[in-house]
């Protein structure tokens, strides 16, 4: 079966930075474009960032190009998101999230971490 | 970016009703448009792909429509464990936007 647990999460100040983290199980990690997808506060759901599955293509949210970075370990099978310069509207559960597809551009996200709370 | 509007933002239903949902791009998407369900405290959940595909497990009452810049997701028959809020997601082009989200309520 198919595993994202997203780990790293915590209540931080402003301006500090943190490293989200998401472990891959079930499934070939490095074939798969992966993302992180987040949720404020009585808000809907907002994409982040998406690698592709050797890493060399990335993409970001307007609202958070330059403060993040994603990046993958595939011999770890892991997903990472830094967060700098962290801000309030920073606040949400992160999520990280499969593609569907294997070929960059995806076909939307099929399997979905329980998420990680970040507090800011 | 393109721009997803969803509508209507909430709507009040009882079980057995039929219900759309839709989404509208600022662009042309051809079919690249997925739905998900979120319920509070869970992960979403894909319900369909290429603006029609129905995502394996997904009960036959859900079924998704449209083409271009126009989309819909319609529950046939609403079930007590339909009452959550849904987007849409266009997976077109980077960076992908959701719609606002659409939340289904009990009246």
């Known amino acids: 079966d198919v595993q994202l647990l997203e780990s790293g999460g915590g209540l931080l100040q402003p301006g500090g930075s943190l490293q989200l983290s998401c472990a891959a199980s079930g499934f070939t990690f490095s074939a798969y474009a992966m993302n992180w997808v987040r949720q404020a506060p009585g808000k809907g759901l907002e994409w982040v960032s998406s690698?592709?599955?050797?890493?060399?293509?990335?993409s970001y949210a307007d609202s958070v190009k330059g403060r993040f970075a994603i990046s993958r370990d595939n011999s770890r099978n892991t997903l990472y998101l830094q967060i700098n310069s962290l801000r309030a509207e920073d606040t949400a559960i992160y999520y990280c999230a499969k593609d569907m597809s294997s070929t960059w551009g995806g076909k939307g996200l099929d399997y979905w971490g329980q998420g990680t709370l970040v507090s800011v | 970016a393109i721009q997803m509007t969803q509508s209507p933002s909430s709507l009040s239903a009882s079980v057995g009703d039929r219900i759309t949902i839709t989404c509208r791009a600022s662009q042309g998407l051809g079919d690249d448009l997925s739905w998900y369900q979120k319920k509070p405290g869970a992960a979403p959940k894909a319900l369909i792909r290429d603006a029609s595909t129905l995502q394996n497990g997904v009960p036959s009452r859900f079924s998704g429509g449209g083409s271009g810049t126009d989309f819909t997701l319609t529950i046939s028959s609403l079930q007590a464990e339909d009452f959550a809020t849904y987007y849409c997601?266009?997976?077109?082009?980077?960076?992908?936007?959701f719609g606002q989200g659409t939340k289904v309520e009990f009246k």
């Open positions: 997601l266009q997976d077109r082009s980077h960076p992908w936007t």
């Open positions: 690698i592709s599955g050797r890493g060399e293509i990335t």
